[in-house]
Structure formats: C-alpha cells, structure tokens
C-alpha cells in the first residue's frame, strides 16, 4: 500500500462525517473549528501538488490507533495523526537568489560581447586607417610620376 493510501487510510474518519465543505470556506479562527474540520482543511491543502515535493511517511502509530479504534466499542473522539515532511518549498527568497544568478550570467554575456565589439571597433578603425595612409601614400606616388613626366623632354 501507498504512504498516501495509508495516510488516507487514517483520515477515513474525516471522510466519514458529514461534508461541511460550505463552512469550511467561510473564513474562521482555527480554534473555532471542529478538529476534524481542521485536519481536513490541512490535507486538503497538502495534498495539492506543489512545486517542490511532499513526502507522506507511514506512520505506526497511524496503523495502532486504527486497529484499536476497530477493537473499541466506544464512540470516544479519535485524534487523526499525520506524519507529513515538506522537502522543498519554493519561497520568494530562492526565487530572488536564483534571478540573481541569472541576471549576473547575462551582465557577464553582455560584456563579452561589449568586449567583442569594442575589438572589432579597433580592428575596422586601424584598417581604415592603413587603407586611408595607403591610398595618401599611392596619390603621392602618382603626384611624383606625373611632375617627374612634365618635366621630361
């Protein structure tokens, strides 16, 4: 059998009387909730899957305290037990500290690229620059020939 099977198994009680689910939803103080009432909203509320994960132990007092109760010819009140371990839970502060990561990882990408860019800036910027001295050197090579011509018989 399944830990929740079991745990169900031990809420059976709660599922036994009757659905009071109207009054549930009014808002009230737990204290002025019946016991069972309260129990039944919790499991209502931990059985909702949520983004982490919950783990329902089996519990032996669970198992003891159902076989007595079916022993028992007495109408006493039964406490209903539930042995629950939240292993994750997904708060803001972690949702915070993971978006830092994460806007920390994209500063660094941008400055690589910044750091690209800016090199290939300079690259374009000194190849102008030797095209632009190359180009000045070649017109003053032709202004040579040319007054070299004119001066030639």
């Known amino acids: 059998m399944t830990s929740q099977g079991n745990t169900s198994k031990a809420l059976s009680d709660i599922g036994k009387r009757p659905n009071t689910r109207n009054r ?16 039944k909203n ?3 509320q931990i059985s909702k899957p949520p983004k982490g994960g919950i783990v329902i132990k089996e519990n032996p007092t669970i198992d003891e305290h159902n076989s007595l109760s079916k022993h028992s010819n007495e109408e006493a009140p039964q406490p209903n037990i539930m042995s629950v371990i939240v292993t994750y839970v997904d708060t803001s502060k972690d949702r915070m500290v993971e978006l830092e990561k994460k806007v920390n990882m994209l500063m660094k990408a ?5 750091f ?3 090199s290939l ?12 001295s190359h180009t000045h050197t070649i017109k003053n090579v032709n202004k040579v020939k040319a007054i070299m011509q004119e001066s030639q018989p």
């Not at 549930?24 to 129990?39: G, K, N, T």
Request: proline content about 3%.
């Open 116 to 118: 690209e860019i800016a």
């Open 42 to 44: 919790v499991w209502e």
């Open 24 to 39: 549930s939803r009014e808002i009230q103080s737990f204290e002025d909730m019946p016991h069972f009432e309260v129990a």
């Open 121 to 132: 800036k300079n690259h374009i910027e000194s190849r102008d620059a030797a095209e632009s």
């Open 110 to 114: 941008i400055e690589e690229r910044d």
